[in-house]
């Protein structure tokens, strides 16, 4: 069964910075496509950054603040988010597919996901 847990969410200042892990059990992580996505309350839910195969994708809106890594030895996916901004307030999900998406900021492309980390940013 495969198992994704998100963890690392808070409530943060503007500028500040948090690390979101999220832990897979029961599947192999090496040969998984991998990636976060959030979702803020009335909005839909948007690709935030992805890594297939060594090659990382960032939304526009992240790029330059957000690093997406994982750490095959650990199963665990992370999400480095600095120099964070109100409007990246929201919940943030951990997402898997078994294999090579075509478009790794779709939601559709996952069939894998956590419960979700909450990142709430004041101003």
């Known amino acids: 069964q495969v198992l994704l847990l998100e963890s690392g969410g808070g409530s943060v200042q503007a500028g500040g910075s948090l690390r979101l892990s999220c832990a897979g059990s029961?599947?192999?992580?090496?040969?998984?496509?991998l990636a976060w996505f959030r979702q803020a309350p009335g909005k839909e839910r948007e690709g935030v950054a992805a890594i297939i195969d060594g090659v990382v994708t960032y939304a526009d809106s992240v790029k330059g603040r957000f690093t997406i890594s994982k750490d095959s030895a650990k199963d665990t996916l992370y999400l480095q988010v600095n120099s964070l901004r109100p409007e990246d307030t929201g919940m943030y999900y951990c997402a898997a597919y078994p294999g090579e998406v075509f478009t790794p900021l779709a939601d559709w492309e996952y069939n894998y996901w956590g419960q979700g980390t909450q990142v709430t940013v004041s101003s």
């Open positions: 029961g599947f192999t992580f090496n040969t998984y496509s």
